[in-house]
């Protein structure tokens, strides 16, 4: 971890370094409802880091909306309005859009899909571990989860690595490894009606439109089908809504779950007694439930999201006001030790663990926790079937990028299972 305590928050080269740790327990003791600037323009925006600070404000959309962005940036109407996801709007239009997707996302509904995740698990880890070393992010985090997203959303395995690809361009549109389109380093206006501002927003609409079509004319057995049937109250996606809710399952449904995965094989390489509470496990024993809500916990892909205060709030003694940029840091809550024992430290059979990498409470809790949970458990089970021991090899690589949190690289030497 970065342990500078006054990084730059508003920064993506801050967190090329790691999480900035020492920053968000700065905050969190001294203020946790600070004022941060912005350098490149932007109007500032309230820093929260306490987890029952924002607990509390991401209970009250009423107050602190979602329908204004969830990003840094700063958009105008005509902007929010082309790209705007579900995550992007309130109740009780949110509400509405929710129970549509719900349908295919529901935790029975993802049940469903154990034997499929094992299935593409058991491939990707026979492949990725042919030798005795290998970037795990590359070979075994990137690869699972589009493959199974794919596999769920009903689309074909051949497009998989392209989707993976332009879901980089999008999430990742900070990080050059990832985009030439780096989204403080050359001008965007172009795409500025695209997903992220980039010119992968246009592949993917387009894509999605197509997708769209093929199941308006031939009826098929997929997600992609079932979204677009009318809902009990006879409510249907628009053709917006359906290509920004397909853009936003190809950047976040993939990354969020493959940095989840990254970190926890970066845990395994590091402390080899994580691998001997794990190892030879059935694959029903409870470490499992309560090691994969760890792993989760400590990986928090997604940093932060952002409200709009729609009236005047007090919070620690400072006056939110109307029309502010609120920032929820919820991997900072992930850290907080008034929440967490030891928060810095894995313990796998942690419990309860109320975290907050999926969201805390209001109307905004992640629609594919459930399928997110799943992969990790899954995937880390069949690898622990294939290895004994497992050492990172190099040092590792994070993403350029305030919003998501992540290992791009982890390579990893490993001796294989008898």
């Known amino acids: 971890m970065n342990q500078d305590a006054y990084a730059d928050l508003t920064s993506h080269d801050t967190f090329t370094k790691g999480f900035p740790a020492a920053t968000f327990k700065r ?28 607990k509390e404000l991401n209970r009250k959309p009423h107050i602190f909306s979602s329908a204004k962005g969830i990003r840094l940036e700063e958009q105008s109407e005509e902007e929010y309005l082309a790209r705007r996801t579900f995550q992007e709007t309130d109740p009780p ?37 042919q030798g005795n070393q290998v970037d795990v992010v590359k070979e075994i985090a990137r690869k699972l989860p589009m493959r199974m997203l794919g596999r769920v959303l009903g ?108 970190m926890s094989m970066y845990h395994l390489s590091n402390q080899p007694e994580l691998i001997n509470q794990l190892k030879g496990k059935a694959d029903d024993d409870p470490i499992w439930d309560t090691a994969v809500e760890e792993f989760i916990r400590y990986a928090a892909p ?40 030891t928060p810095e430290n894995i313990n796998i059979t942690r419990s309860p663990n109320q975290h907050m990498a999926f969201g805390q409470g209001g109307p905004h809790a992640c629609l594919g926790m459930w399928l997110a949970r799943l992969e990790v458990k899954v995937t880390l089970q069949e690898l622990l079937r294939r290895v004994d021991t497992m050492e990172q090899a190099a040092p590792e690589k994070y993403l350029r990028s305030n919003f998501i949190r992540g290992i791009k690289s982890l390579v990893v030497r490993f001796d294989k299972a008898a």
């Not at 029975?108 to 990725?128: F, Q």
């Not at 999201?305 to 920032?327: C, M, Q, S």
């Open 155 to 262: 689309t074909p395995d051949e497009d998989g690595e392209w989707l993976v690809d332009k879901g980089d361009e999008l999430i990742a549109n900070s990080d050059p490894e990832f985009t030439d389109h780096v989204i403080d380093q050359v001008d965007t206006d172009e795409y500025r009606l695209m997903p992220f501002r980039s010119p992968a927003g246009k592949d993917i609409y387009d894509y999605a439109k197509k997708q769209m079509v093929e199941r308006l004319h031939t009826k098929m057995d997929d997600v992609l089908s079932l979204l677009l049937e009318p809902n009990k109250d006879g409510d249907v996606l628009s053709e917006l809504e359906f290509k920004n809710f397909f853009a936003l399952a190809v950047a976040a449904g993939n990354d969020t779950t493959r940095y989840s995965l990254a």
């Open 27 to 54: 905050l969190r003791d001294e203020d946790p409802c600070a004022w941060i600037e912005e350098t490149d323009g932007g109007k500032g925006f309230w820093a929260i880091t306490r987890y029952e600070d924002i």
């Open 93 to 129: 239009e949110h509400t509405r859009q929710r129970m549509i997707l719900h349908r295919a996302f529901s935790h029975k509904m993802i049940a469903k899909y154990e034997d499929l995740v094992r299935e593409l698990a058991c491939d990707v880890c026979d492949t990725a571990l």
């Open 302 to 341: 997604t940093l932060h999201f952002r409200r709009t205060a729609l009236e005047d709030y007090k919070l620690h003694g400072k006056t939110i006001k109307a029309g502010d940029k609120v920032v929820l840091w919820f991997t900072s809550g992930n850290f907080d030790e008034r929440q967490f024992e």
